[in-house]
């Protein structure tokens, strides 16, 4: 089944405890990328990766990290997570040239 | 910026009833239009899309035309059931090649039977 999985599904934490959200696609996609989801603000994107090495900023990247070190996995990072970044995160690929993307089902973050 | 006007909700209705749930864009160019759901719990699937002027979109009953002339792609349903109750995303994507979506606020739609 063509699927985003992400890991993990709820997380409560506190300020300054680095955290990884995990993302991975089983469809052979290029193109991934993290949107956060806020009430009043829509999906926002906060990084995307059109490739395996290559990664660039969104519009709110303040704060998270990315890697594509396989073309598969994309985490997201928090270094030193702050209270503005309680939020349900989402993680998304495509494949290029295409229009349907798809979504994981969501990471609901908590930070204290 | 590009950016994508939502319809404020909530919205509830009762089955059976018509729906029309209003979106407006800003770009520049020619962006192709999408609406996303997102049901309870779950991540969004896409619902149906436009990617040129005058282009309907259909899907699970729904539909949306691409008005250039009012920047406009407001969903519609003609009955709705119980199980349309989710949250709908209004997005674009600038233009093709770029995979970045724009999205609204969401619509949250409550059909109440």
């Known amino acids: 089944e063509a699927q985003v999985t992400q890991n993990p599904r709820y997380l409560i934490t506190v300020t300054g405890k680095k955290l990884t959200v995990t993302c991975s696609q089983n469809?052979?996609?290029?193109?991934m990328s993290w949107y956060r989801q806020d009430p009043g603000l829509g999906l926002r994107q906060i990084y995307y990766?059109?490739?395996?090495?290559?990664?660039d900023k969104g519009d709110v990247p303040e704060g998270y990290k990315v890697s594509r070190k396989e073309k598969r996995n994309f985490p997201l990072i928090l270094e030193s997570p702050s209270p503005n970044q309680t939020s349900l995160y989402f993680c998304?690929?495509?494949?290029?040239?295409?229009?349907?993307?798809?979504f994981g089902p969501g990471t609901r973050l908590t930070v204290l | 910026g590009d950016s994508v006007t939502q319809m404020e909700g909530p919205v509830t209705l009762s089955e059976e009833a018509f729906l029309t749930i209003n979106c407006t864009y800003t770009?520049?160019?020619?962006?192709?239009l999408f609406w996303y759901v997102q049901y309870p719990g779950e991540g969004l699937q896409l619902l149906l899309k436009?990617?040129?002027?005058?282009d309907k979109g259909s899907n699970k009953g729904f539909e949306a035309t691409y008005r250039k002339e009012t920047t406009s792609f407001h969903l519609e349903k003609g009955s709705v059931q119980v199980s349309d109750s989710a949250v709908y995303f209004c997005?674009?994507?600038?233009?093709?090649?770029?995979?970045?979506?724009?999205f609204g606020t969401g619509t949250r739609l409550t059909i109440i039977p």
């Open positions: 998304a690929s495509i494949l290029q040239g295409t229009d349907t993307q798809y």
């Open positions: 990766s059109m490739n395996v090495e290559v990664t």
């Open positions: 469809m052979n996609h290029e193109y």
């Open positions: 997005a674009l994507r600038a233009h093709f090649g770029n995979e970045k979506l724009t």
């Open positions: 436009a990617t040129k002027a005058d």
């Open positions: 770009a520049t160019g020619y962006p192709s």
